[in-house]
């Protein structure tokens, strides 16, 4: 990235996700309205987006629109997605590569999305693999989950990387200090796991970020807020993700049933409803959209497909605060002062 | 096992949890009551649980005391547990391995049980490693998990067998005739996840139990009860129970605030509570308590250390229904057909 300031803090992919271009152009006009020193590029089809976009005030003032006549479809594999040079999607990331902003958002396909920027945009060059991270809920706060799905086999060193880039993004986008971090694992004794985490603790313990590491966490520690990060590999993190939010649409869909079984049940929702609505609104899954990939020479932001205005403006806040907050470069600090890996944290597949 | 009956159903471990042997005992009043003709072998210290026997009618009449005078720690390490051989998890164990007793179940500490069933009772010659199951609740009635923990790393023939030890499982103990079985993965595309379980799909879909295989199913399936079995390796599969857990954990404990934060929302909670009741019954830890060590030339119930009365019962039921139904024969069935493994399912550790 070049050290001035790229005209732009976010391309945005107009013509991602379920409902686009109308839902991203709703999103924008929130985002407009919370950033409004930010620039965006929007890139779409002129025509489709054009007149959609003249129609909201906020979000006209604060986009330029450049044209991208095609658009990638949610089903399309990555490797056809990369032979798309027009698509929405490639010429947002085009934007990002020519340091004409500092990054991307998208409620489009998320395979293309990776593929694309990986090569695009390209890996920091000290990061072995990018990874994708997500903030979820928990008892104790919010709490970053990474790598979510990007790297279904890791080694201890991407373990340890993600670790590094974990608490850059608990600093940017969660505003701590000095997040605590842990490593997932089948048990929080030492000698617990194999081999790749037990490396991957060690060197941690050893680390900069040493005094910050908590060394092993389990599945309930996530909810429970133990460490403000949790670092994992893309297998186990994608299953741990997606289990907790079955476990959680389980619990309110068996709610919804409790509340509408008998009239005492649905009078006693009644009554209780303002403390259900702000557990609603605290549990919102658009509160927490946004997957980031994180590793790269820019900032990229996954929104979820199916979002609201709200949801789509949420990521592009999670985006916002990733730029201002110097993201990259506190990962680049981050990784520069990691002791030499040398022959401690060699390659062992998982 | 010797083909005549055992002269007792289950060996039961005393001295096994963390309210020994009162709980125990406690619980096996109730079992004996469900299951009025089964006999058990009750291990422990003579002193201490005898008296304790003699006040509990049905438990008495139940069963035969034998004697065992030390007891394994909660936190003794499996390797040190192994020595003690008079502990009554110890003698329980062996009269498994003699054919007094088809199974054994306990409360007490995990590893110790896993590696003391493992190298006393043995693994069924048809299975390369054993695994732990659970069951657990969905949205479409019960599922099977496995393996939660035995296996951190596990290859593609490992997860061969658990299916089909999982499928063995849900027919004894769920009753089903013809449960679905899915392979938890990152994505449910065929192209998706490592080769690992790529190729155990394959052989999963060739195989006798083929039209019950449903292909990859995601963390999400587990709680919508996509399918009766969901396989992994142990290492997700035990972050997958403990995160699901955690999510279920953090939705009780935001309900409980909600119901308590304000004097209308303490009313509509007892308006509703007749039916908030039932769901708490039906998602009870207790009606799940219960880990299987399957794999074995027995069965191994490890029952939750913190427990009470009735989920100790629950757990007998669990070791009950298998010996019942013939569990074990079952799965050597099930090996039998599958088909010759041979270079196709060659081992490829993750």
Same mark, same amino acid.
């Given at each position: 990235?070049?050290?001035?300031?790229?005209?732009?803090?976010l391309?945005? %992919?107009?013509?991602?996700?379920?409902?686009?271009?109308?839902?991203?152009?709703? @999103?924008?006009?929130?985002?407009? $309205?919370?950033?409004?020193?930010?620039?965006?590029?929007?890139?779409?089809?002129?025509?489709?987006v054009?007149?959609?976009?003249?129609?909201?005030?906020?979000?006209?003032?604060?986009?330029?629109?450049?044209?991208?006549?095609d658009?990638i479809?949610?089903?399309?594999?990555? !490797?056809?997605?990369? +032979?798309?040079?027009?698509?929405?999607?490639?010429?947002?990331?085009?934007?990002v590569?020519?340091g004409?902003?500092?990054g991307?958002?998208?409620?489009g396909? /998320? @395979?293309?999305l990776?593929?694309?920027?990986?090569?695009?945009?390209?890996?920091?060059?000290?990061?072995d &693999?990018?990874?994708?991270?997500?903030?979820?809920?928990?008892?104790?706060?919010d709490v970053?989950?990474?790598?979510?799905?990007?790297?279904?086999?890791?080694?201890?060193?991407?373990? =340890?990387?993600?670790?590094?880039m974990?608490?850059?993004?608990? +600093?940017?986008v969660?505003?701590? !200090?000095?997040?605590?971090?842990?490593?997932?694992? =089948? @048990?929080?004794?030492?000698?617990?796991? %194999?081999?790749?985490?037990r490396?991957?603790? $060690?060197? *941690?313990r050893?680390?900069?970020?040493?005094?910050?590491? &908590? @060394?092993?966490v389990?599945?309930?520690?996530? !909810?429970?807020? /133990?460490?403000?990060?949790? =670092?994992?590999d893309g297998?186990?993190?994608?299953?741990?993700?997606?289990?907790?939010?079955?476990?959680?649409k389980l619990?309110?869909?068996?709610?919804?049933?409790?509340f509408?079984?008998?009239?005492?049940?649905?009078?006693?929702? *009644?009554?209780?409803?303002?403390?259900?609505?702000?557990?609603?609104?605290?549990?919102?899954?658009?509160?927490?959209?946004?997957?980031i990939?994180?590793?790269l020479?820019? =900032?990229?932001?996954?929104?979820?497909?199916?979002?609201?205005?709200?949801?789509?403006?949420?990521?592009?806040?999670?985006?916002?605060?990733?730029v201002?907050?110097?993201f990259?470069e506190?990962?680049?600090?981050?990784l520069?002062?990691?002791?030499?890996?040398?022959p +401690?944290?060699?390659?062992?597949?998982r």
């Amino acid at each position: 990235m070049p050290s001035e300031q790229p005209p732009f803090a976010l391309a945005i %992919d107009a013509m991602g996700g379920d409902a686009a271009p109308e839902v991203v152009l709703d @999103g924008l006009e929130l985002a407009a $309205e919370r950033h409004p020193s930010a620039r965006f590029l929007l890139v779409g089809d002129e025509a489709r987006v054009g007149g959609a976009l003249a129609r909201r005030k906020r979000a006209a003032r604060a986009c330029s629109l450049r044209h991208a006549p095609d658009a990638i479809p949610g089903d399309m594999k990555p !490797t056809a997605a990369l +032979r798309v040079r027009g698509s929405s999607m490639r010429v947002a990331i085009d934007a990002v590569a020519a340091g004409e902003a500092s990054g991307v958002v998208s409620a489009g396909n /998320t @395979g293309a999305l990776m593929a694309l920027a990986k090569i695009v945009i390209k890996t920091l060059p000290e990061i072995d &693999r990018p990874a994708l991270a997500a903030i979820g809920p928990s008892a104790r706060g919010d709490v970053v989950l990474l790598d979510l799905g990007a790297n279904v086999q890791c080694d201890a060193r991407n373990l =340890v990387e993600f670790a590094v880039m974990g608490d850059a993004f608990a +600093r940017a986008v969660l505003g701590l !200090t000095n997040p605590s971090i842990g490593l997932l694992n =089948v @048990g929080s004794e030492e000698l617990k796991g %194999d081999d790749r985490v037990r490396h991957a603790a $060690e060197v *941690l313990r050893d680390s900069h970020i040493g005094a910050q590491f &908590r @060394g092993f966490v389990e599945g309930h520690d996530i !909810t429970a807020g /133990t460490t403000d990060v949790v =670092v994992t590999d893309g297998f186990t993190g994608n299953v741990a993700l997606k289990t907790g939010e079955g476990a959680l649409k389980l619990m309110r869909d068996l709610l919804r049933q409790v509340f509408t079984s008998s009239v005492p049940a649905r009078l006693g929702y *009644l009554l209780a409803r303002p403390a259900l609505d702000r557990l609603r609104e605290w549990m919102d899954p658009r509160r927490y959209n946004g997957a980031i990939l994180i590793g790269l020479n820019g =900032v990229v932001v996954k929104s979820h497909g199916g979002t609201d205005a709200l949801g789509f403006a949420h990521a592009v806040d999670v985006a916002m605060d990733m730029v201002t907050h110097r993201f990259n470069e506190r990962i680049r600090e981050g990784l520069a002062r990691l002791s030499t890996p040398g022959p +401690r944290i060699a390659a062992d597949p998982r």
